[in-house]
Nanobody, 125 residues
Framework: QVQLLESGGGSVQAGESLRLSCTSS???????MGWFRQAPGKEREAVSC????????DYPDSVKGRFTISRDNGKNTLYLKMASLKPEDTAMYYC???????????????????WGLGTQVTVSS
């Protein structure tokens, strides 16, 4: 069982930055990890994922160039640095860990069996 705890969300103005953190109870370097978000009235979408090898998946156009995923293996912590935030980035952000170890190459939700409770990000204009 993998437990995940997100932190770092908050309310900011457009153009500001935030860094989300996700602390894992298990080793990060053996599983694909990802950040997903869900805005009110919308389906959850993938923001960015990091394979167990440390390769990041392609970012969606909506966040490309503004969001960066990273991890600290020593701290078992996954990060999402978000810059130049926009009101449309307002959502609940979730950290997720893949169900299997040493496998998977995509950012598809079906591969992620462990989820945190989420941290809210609100961006006002």
């Amino acid at each position: 069982q993998v437990q995940l705890l997100e932190s770092g969300g908050g309310s900011v103005q457009a153009g500001e930055s935030l860094r989300l953190s996700c602390t894992s109870s298990a080793l990060l370097r053996v599983r694909n990890m990802g950040w997903f978000r869900q805005a009110p009235g919308k389906e959850r979408e993938a923001v960015s994922c990091l394979t167990w090898r440390g390769d990041s998946t392609d970012y969606p156009d909506s966040v490309k160039g503004r969001f960066t995923i990273s991890r600290d293996n020593g701290k078992n912590t996954l990060y999402l640095k978000m810059a130049s935030l926009k009101p449309e980035d307002t959502a609940m952000y979730y950290c997720a860990a893949a169900s299997s170890t040493y496998g998977g190459t995509t950012c598809a939700e079906r591969e992620f069996g462990f989820w945190g409770l989420g941290t809210q990000v609100t961006v006002s204009s």
